[in-house]
């Protein structure tokens, strides 16, 4: 299988695709909530770990993606969304988001900057209309991210990426990375 990052629409005629488990074939390419559809699959809450989020300056290819001038003030955030299960906490998707903050609201800002909410979760609770575009779709290694699986480096992962557009405007560009748990789960 090719393993560099494909348009959505190359992943839904490649030949190679039909091994993967129905259910993360629909997450890989899926244009509503992430954080609605995990509810739904597990029946639960999803939780947020927040890893990381600061300030930084828009680097050269997400400001290409997002449509501003590199080195534009931005914030990353990088998370962890979690379920419980029977007091074990199991990690399902590992994202990284980067959000120009000249293209947010204050109060979207401020709920990011608080940390406590996955952003799926809190577009819906503000009513914010969304939709994504640019949808790739890759099955590469993610060393960082299979440490927090307690995998091997080179552990390959199905993950996707796309920009998001709030109320209109393109607001965020998005990196998911999926448990393999996802691969074993079939329909």
Request: proline share 5%; glycine share 6%; aromatic share 10%.
């Amino acid at each position: 299988m090719n393993q560099a990052w494909r348009p959505i629409e190359t992943f839904w005629t490649g030949s190679d695709d039909s091994r993967i488990a129905p259910l993360l074939r629909l997450f890989l390419s899926s244009d509503g909530s992430v954080v609605r559809s995990l509810k739904s699959l597990f029946l639960q809450t999803i939780e947020i770990e927040l890893v990381r989020q600061e300030q930084i300056a828009i680097e050269k290819k997400v400001s290409e993606a997002l449509e501003v001038t590199p080195g534009e003030k931005g914030i990353e955030r990088t998370v962890w969304l979690n379920r419980e299960e029977e007091g074990k906490t199991h990690h399902l998707i590992y994202a990284v988001t980067a959000f120009p903050v000249s293209r947010l609201k204050p109060n979207l800002l401020q709920a990011l900057q608080l940390g406590e909410k996955p952003l799926g979760q809190i577009l819906e609770e503000g009513q914010l209309s969304t939709y994504r575009d640019h949808l790739e779709v890759t099955y590469l290694p993610f060393p960082s991210v299979a440490q927090g699986f307690s995998l091997p480096e080179d552990t390959l992962f199905w993950a996707r990426r796309y920009r998001l557009w709030i109320n209109g405007v393109i607001s965020a560009f998005i990196l998911e990375v999926f448990s393999p748990e996802f691969s074993s789960i079939r329909s």
